[in-house]
């Protein structure tokens, strides 16, 4: 017989309109749709847990993320390995469906690497949105964020992959008449 859950409607929404996004974070780093649900599963098990405090805090998104990085990160470090986006094939398929000078790469020698090294914002951001597809004002949302802050961490965590990885600077197009100054 199924018994349902007694959860706050709050937290329900915010299963239903962040789980996706979390299933998605952790199946890049674990290879598997099973390891990140196992995962997942505990991360809202403890979003729960705290639910109260991470609405007192005042940035809900920004607290859950932090606890999914950080259940993520332990359980690649309880198991010796880096994530999967390094080692397995399916993201370098996700890479070349992208339209951002990544795509234009004739080796992804290091990529991966470079990925892993960003910053945690700009990590995230560039998994979200082009590992994971999401349009930029989802990955906004997801993160607690600002739109526009999700475009710089994109432009910063790009310009380092650049840097890091040789890449040339990419060329301005030239303005077509009738544009502006």
Known sequence: MYVPLDLPID?????LG???AFHGYAEVHFGTRAA??????EVFLEIH??????LSAGSLEQGAWAIVRRA?????EAEGRAPAFIINGPIAQALAT??????????TTGLYE??????NRQFEVIVLRYLLGYPTAKVAWFMGIDERTVGHHLRRGKERLRLKLGLPEE?????QKGEGP
Not at 36 to 41: D, L, N, Q, T
Not at 49 to 54: K, N, P, R
Not at 98 to 107: A, E
Not at 114 to 119: C, F, M, S, V
């Open 11 to 15: 937290f329900e929404a915010f299963y």
């Open 18 to 20: 962040h789980q996706e």
């Open 36 to 41: 990140a649900e196992e995962v997942i599963h």
């Open 49 to 54: 847990a705290g639910w109260a405090e991470l």
């Open 72 to 76: 993520v990160h332990d359980r690649l």
């Open 98 to 107: 992208t339209k951002d000078r990544l795509q234009r790469m004739q080796s």
């Open 114 to 119: 470079a990925i892993a090294d960003l910053p």
């Open 171 to 175: 060329r301005k197009k030239p303005k």
